[in-house]
């Protein structure tokens, strides 16, 4: 699917042209997550590039998207932490952590932004389809 949209597309509208219903056809895009083996930035990304979305706008809107989730997944572990504490000399550990990941998620995401902007998808397509038959590979064929 992300091969066909990134190919099919029409690429004519930046993230700025996203209207409500727009966006509601990709939120529902967003719900195939929810089955096995299905990328969430994955579907949204194609669902924008079949509603004519350049592959970078696209892209920054799939990742705008993921704030909620990502901020509610992070309040409902600091209501962990709040009710159970942080252990003993564990604090620099979580700080370092966080900082870590907060710093390499921004980085992260700032690069993909520029390599959709002058490259394909492709990379990613071929990365799904070598991952999706090694996972079969490791599940049906019998070991010696």
Not at 45 to 56: N, W
Not at 109 to 115: H, Q, S, T, Y
Request: charged share 10%; aromatic share 10%; with cysteine.
């Amino acid at each position: 699917m992300l091969a066909f949209a990134d190919t099919t597309g029409a690429k004519r509208w930046r993230v700025d042209r996203i209207t409500l219903n727009y966006a509601m056809l990709i939120g529902l895009a967003q719900c195939l997550a929810l089955l096995p083996g299905v990328s969430r930035s994955g579907i949204t990304i194609t669902a924008a590039l079949l509603l004519g979305f350049h592959r970078e706008s696209a892209a920054r809107f799939s990742f705008l998207i993921s704030l909620p989730i990502v901020a509610g997944a992070a309040l409902l572990k600091v209501g962990d932490l709040l009710k159970s504490g942080i252990p003993a000399g564990e604090g620099l550990s979580l700080a370092i952590g966080i900082s870590t990941s907060a710093l390499f998620g921004f980085l992260s995401v700032a690069f993909l932004l520029k390599l959709v902007q002058r490259e394909s998808l492709y990379p990613f397509v071929w990365y799904r389809l070598v991952a999706g038959v090694a996972a079969l590979a490791l599940i049906f064929i019998p070991t010696l």
